[in-house]
């Protein structure tokens, strides 16, 4: 049996769930480490399986910014992908949202988030992310939960338009159109 390390904790924090990094160990791991995530663009479609609506959520960046955003979130320690993706759905579109995670969930893309801008189309000024980036049908109620303050169902077509692209930030809106592409909605 191998022994691990592992760092004191600060008094001054409530404990974490297991799994979870302190605020200070998050950030020490994002300073030092990759984080993996999982995007998601929330989608409806018809009885063919055509992608006929997208969802996209507004968000209140810590600027005080509005955003267009996709469900996104991190993978944690010890987690199946298939378990983070059905989280952070539930998280940002409620309980009712029923996703239709595919048996064998592949991503349409990796996207690499830098903390320098310009070096990749994506942008997250505090770490280095690696998302697995999926296309997700959902089947029930969705509404916005936690931070996220409306969920907006647009067509591809309007998704994809300039003045819905505008309003999100760090890449997401490429990386939008990237998952039209991949399911022939790309206008």
């Keep these: 049996m191998t022994d691990t390390f592992e760092f004191p904790s600060d008094p001054g924090e409530p404990e974490q769930p297991s799994g979870w990094l302190s605020e200070r160990d998050l950030a020490q791991a994002r300073a030092t480490l990759p984080m993996l995530y999982v995007d998601v663009v929330p989608v409806r479609v018809d009885d063919s399986g055509d992608v006929i609506a997208v969802g996209l959520l507004l968000r209140v960046t810590g600027s005080g910014a509005m955003t267009r955003d996709l ?11 298939r378990d983070a993706l059905l989280r952070h759905i539930e998280k940002d579109l409620g309980p009712m949202a029923l996703p239709q995670i595919p048996s064998s969930p592949q991503p349409f893309t990796v996207a690499e ?48 338009a300039d003045t819905a692209q505008v309003e999100m930030a760090g890449g997401r809106g490429l990386l939008l159109r990237q998952a039209m592409a991949w399911v022939g909605r790309m206008p």
Excluded at 131 to 159: I, N
């Design 113 to 160: 988030y830098l903390p320098t801008l310009g070096v990749t189309s994506y942008h997250d000024p505090r770490q280095h992310a690696v998302s697995l980036a999926y296309v997700v049908p959902m089947l029930g109620d969705c509404r916005p939960q936690q931070d996220a303050l409306d969920l907006a169902w647009l067509t591809p077509e309007e998704a994809c």
């Design 71 to 81: 469900v996104s979130g991190r993978v944690m320690f010890h987690e199946r992908v």
